[in-house]
């Protein structure tokens, strides 16, 4: 057969390669999210929102149990765990990459048949059965159960470096990262209760702390702030606003600070920062929808049911307050059992 390589030709092979590629990515995607051939008013049985520990770890069990789980990873996939730097904590490893860890979870989420979806929720209709969620690209997804996931995200100063020394110097939890400034000099920004809770981990690994508060005082309960008074190693900075986390490009070095009272500006020099101005979960799509507390953490009961039957919750979006990676992993095989427990009910 002989080919003539003109115009006219090569224009039909590439419209021709484009529409064979188009199709093959919306069938991929189509059984991606478990719709049929004849539309998409498929209901999945398990829909998980989420992809850090907790909803991987939902993703691990509801796969092996067969539920052929369908999971929307979010903006952050893998979640906390890939900012986490090193994790020392998980059973069995005595020290891994929050990012690899991740990255394992998700391997043997998809070995077991979990399909993930690369796309962010942005609305949920719990009113009536099939629940449905609503991606960012206008699919919806009908599911006979979900699993929430989304977790939690440190509020920020919103001050220069702070994104560029996150794990390389700045850390946003000291029982997770204490022990990496062993006898380093710290400053530790905050001024409530979280930053109190924080530097009494802190204080058991270095005694060279500086907190910088942006307000008059430090504010939470009178024994905690006495056991910070007796202690002469910390340097309390009040009316004190970090204005840029300082660094070298690998680590940090400094905090640049403003007394608000003499507008004067400071740098200090340290090994290690902490910022500890307290946490938001990652709930805002369910106020109004689930029961939340006062946080606005998604309130569960009897392990991982929340206020409406068939939506179960995990992780660090929950009022389960323990925060951890191996916690959360618990939380999310203990939402996956409860979950399939939940379909073979209903049907
Ligand atoms: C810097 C740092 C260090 C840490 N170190 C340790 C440690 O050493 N040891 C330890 O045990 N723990 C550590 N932790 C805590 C631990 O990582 C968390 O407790 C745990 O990973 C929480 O998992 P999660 O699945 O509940 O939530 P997250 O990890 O917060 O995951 C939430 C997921 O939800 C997704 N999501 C959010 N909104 C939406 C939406 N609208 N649609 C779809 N998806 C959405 C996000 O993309 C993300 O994938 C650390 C945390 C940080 C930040």
């Known amino acids: 057969m002989k080919i003539v390589f003109n115009y006219k030709n090569i224009f039909l092979s590439v419209s021709l390669i484009a529409i064979t590629s188009l199709i093959y990515l919306k069938i991929s995607y189509k059984y991606a999210i478990g719709a049929d051939d004849n539309n998409s008013e498929f209901v999945n049985k398990i829909v998980i929102l989420g992809s850090g520990t907790a909803g991987l770890s939902s993703g691990i069990y509801a796969g092996r149990a067969k539920l052929n789980p369908v999971l929307i990873e979010g903006d952050y996939p893998g979640g906390q765990l890939v900012k986490a730097g090193v994790i020392e904590n998980w059973p069995g490893i005595s020290a891994i990459a929050g990012s690899q860890l991740a990255q394992e979870l998700k391997m043997q989420a998809t070995e077991y048949g979990t399909k993930f979806i690369s796309d962010n929720v942005n609305k949920v209709d719990f009113s009536k ?40 110097g700045l850390a946003v939890c000291a029982l997770c990262d204490a022990p990496l400034f062993k006898n380093k000099k710290v400053a530790l920004i905050g001024g409530n209760i979280s930053a109190l809770r924080e530097i009494e981990i802190l204080s058991k690994y ?3 702390i500086i907190i910088i508060n942006r307000d008059p005082e430090i504010k939470g309960p009178s024994s905690w702030l006495n056991r910070l008074k007796e202690n002469k190693n910390i340097k309390v900075m009040n009316n004190t606003i970090a204005k840029e986390i300082l660094g070298n490009e690998k680590w940090v070095t400094g ?29 805002e799509l369910f106020e109004k929808i689930l029961e939340l507390d006062s946080k606005k953490q998604i309130k569960v009961f009897n392990q991982t049911h929340t206020s409406i039957p068939g939506i179960f919750a995990a992780g660090d979006v929950t ?4 925060h951890q990676a191996p916690v959360a992993s618990s939380f999310g095989y203990m939402a996956g059992m409860d979950a ?5 009910s209903i049907k």
């Open 206 to 208: 270095t005694k060279d």
């Open 340 to 344: 399939e427990k939940y379909i073979s």
């Open 319 to 322: 009022n389960i307050t323990y």
């Open 255 to 283: 905090v640049k600070v403003l007394d608000k009272k003499t507008n004067k500006e400071e740098i200090i020099p340290v090994q290690g920062v902490f910022v500890c101005i307290g946490w938001n979960p990652s709930s």
């Open 129 to 168: 059965k099939p629940f449905k969620i609503y991606l960012n690209d206008g699919t919806k997804i009908l599911a006979n159960s979900v699993i929430i996931a989304t977790g939690r995200k440190p509020r920020k100063l919103n001050c220069p470096g702070e994104d560029k020394y996150l794990s390389k």
